[in-house]
Each structure stands twice: as C-alpha cells, then as structure tokens.
C-alpha cells in the first residue's frame, strides 16, 4: 500500500459495545497489511496480519479483521470490548519500497468502564 | 527474550544542538527501520537497514539527519543542529529478516523535544 487512512480519530465506546475501526488503503503492489496497537505508556504492538488466503484475519485478545480486496479495506473489528483495549489503533500497509511500513493517522479508542 | 529498546527515552535539545539517538534490535535480526512519529500522527518511515547496509534512506528529512548500522547491530540515528520541528517521538523497529512480510517489532522510542 502506498497510503493508509483511517476515518476515526477518536472513538468513546461504553464496555460492551461492539467496535469497528476503518481503514482503506491505496494499492501498489502485494497486500501485507497490518493492525498495531500501542497501549497508553507502552510500545506498538502487533496485534493481527493479512498476506493471502482466508481474508478474514484473526489476532490477539479477539481482535480480527478483514480484507475486502473490491473495497480497498481492512477493517478492525471487535465484538465487545473491554475497558483494557483503551489505546491507540494503526492500520499500516506497505510503502512504496518494499520493506518500510506506511501507517495511518492512527484512532485512538477510548473505553468507558 | 529482550525486545528492542531504545535510548535515551526522553531528550531535550536547545535549537542547534546535536542528539544521537540508539537502537538496540532484538537479536540477530536482519532489518532495522526508523520512523518518526509526530503528535497525534501515526509513525513515518525514515531508513531502512539490511545488516550494515542502509538500503533506503529516503524517508530523512533533511541532510541533517544521518543514521549508521557500522555493525549490523546496534543503530544510531544522528540529528545535527535540530530544529522546533524536529520535537517527535523517533521509533526503531527490527525484523527478522528482509521483505514486508515480516512482523517489525517496536521499540519504545525516543521523545525528542527542541526547545
């Protein structure tokens, strides 16, 4: 992916609710995506990643995700969070050279116990 | 097993001062990446190792920054006369090995201010 965007920014969920984060990117060439997750204080972690195959992608603490190739998306999803997944979300995607990672803006997930 | 860490953690710099800042990958592995990450934005690719090569660099904003991998280790990423816009949190990640494939693990970085 070339670019990555996220539509949210900010998203206030009561515990319990289900969660949905967007994010499109813009594609150049193999589709390695990935969602990072980066606790308040701590570092960006991996938390789920797509290559090929199954596009429904499942990761830690029941996190999972899925590729909609027509869609140009690879939304996050979770079907009822707790108050531990406050933190900081990033879609990334391949840049334009090979190796690096492209990163969205980054939605920052608030949970109301 | 230890995972990247990063140091200092914090640096203030007065404008014009020269910061190196270091990054210790995980163990053997082949790719080193610093990104720089902006206040409320996600993280922005910089340059890239392989081994002791630096294969793409062109992420540097400036020829103010120089980063080296003498010995396909440790990794120092040099700022020389910072500016205001220089203030970021400056993140260094490790894989494996080469190709986007690979997970890249995250250090905890280096927040630097220029005062």
């Known amino acids: 992916a070339q670019s990555v965007s996220q539509h949210n920014h900010h998203v206030i969920l009561s515990e319990a609710a289900s969660l949905e984060l967007g994010c499109n990117y813009s594609?150049?060439?193999?589709?390695?995506l990935f969602w990072y997750v980066q606790y308040p204080g701590q570092h960006l972690q991996l938390l789920l990643k797509?290559?090929?195959?199954?596009?429904l992608v499942k990761g830690i603490k029941g996190f999972e995700a899925e590729f909609i190739k027509s869609k140009f998306s690879f939304n996050l999803r979770k079907p009822s969070v707790q108050w531990s997944d406050t933190a900081e979300y990033f879609c990334?995607?391949?840049?334009?050279?090979?190796?690096?990672?492209?990163f969205g803006g980054g939605t920052r997930l608030m949970v109301k116990p | 097993g230890a995972g990247v860490s990063q140091s200092p953690r914090y640096k203030v710099a007065k404008r014009g001062q020269d910061v190196a800042l270091r990054c210790d990958p995980i163990?053997?592995?082949?790719?080193l990446f610093w990104y720089q990450q902006a206040l409320g934005q996600g993280p922005e690719f910089l340059t890239y190792?392989?081994?002791?090569?630096?294969?793409?660099k062109s992420g540097l904003p400036s020829d103010r920054f120089f980063a080296e991998r003498p010995e396909g280790s440790v990794s120092t990423l040099k700022i020389q006369r910072t500016q205001q816009e220089d203030s970021a949190v400056y993140l260094c990640?490790?894989?494996?090995?080469?190709?986007?494939?690979?997970?890249?693990?995250f250090g905890p970085g280096t927040r630097l201010t220029v005062t």
């Open positions: 797509y290559f090929s195959g199954d596009p």
């Open positions: 163990s053997g592995h082949v790719s």
């Open positions: 190792f392989q081994n002791e090569a630096q294969l793409d």
């Open positions: 990334a995607g391949p840049g334009r050279a090979g190796n690096m990672l492209t």
């Open positions: 594609y150049g060439g193999t589709v390695n």
């Open positions: 990640a490790s894989s494996l090995e080469a190709g986007s494939s690979y997970e890249q693990y």
